[in-house]
């Protein structure tokens, strides 16, 4: 019994080790980060792999919004479906005015089994200086 057990333990050790993984291949990745991070995080993803959304209203974003940013209102009755077209293998950035939609749709993409999707925390209202803005239309 003994020596089952010497052989074993190192065994579960790595079985152990395999599930606490953050390597995972295929991991889905979930962040939020402040302005700085995700204004570099988008710079150094590869352009033909990202989408940036800005989920708030058409108003707002007309007033202010991200370079290259697609606008689907998360006040849309629709919103969940438009999100369900997407494809859910690219990156995401997404942003709202202040996070709070922006963390709700989130949560909406982790359902809907999206890949990689950066939230930013504190929205477009925070460090509007660390990202790259387009000119209002």
């Given at each position: ?22 390597a ?32 708030r ?81």
């Amino acid at each position: 019994m003994k020596t089952a057990a010497v052989f074993l333990l190192p065994l579960l050790g790595f079985s152990v080790a395999c599930i606490n993984s953050n390597a995972t291949p295929g991991a889905e990745i979930f962040q939020d980060l402040p302005a700085r991070d995700f204004a570099e995080k988008i710079k150094n993803a590869p352009a033909d792999k990202y989408t940036i959304l800005d989920i708030r209203t058409k108003a707002e974003y007309d007033q202010i919004h991200l370079k290259d940013a697609v606008n689907l209102d998360f006040y849309a009755s629709d919103f969940r479906s438009q999100l369900d077209q997407l494809d859910k293998t690219r990156i995401y950035f997404i942003y709202c005015r202040s996070g709070k939609r922006s963390g709700n749709a989130v949560k909406i993409m982790k359902q809907l089994k999206f890949k990689e999707v950066y939230n930013l925390a504190g929205g477009i209202s925070t460090d509007t200086d660390q990202l790259p803005l387009a000119a209002a239309d």
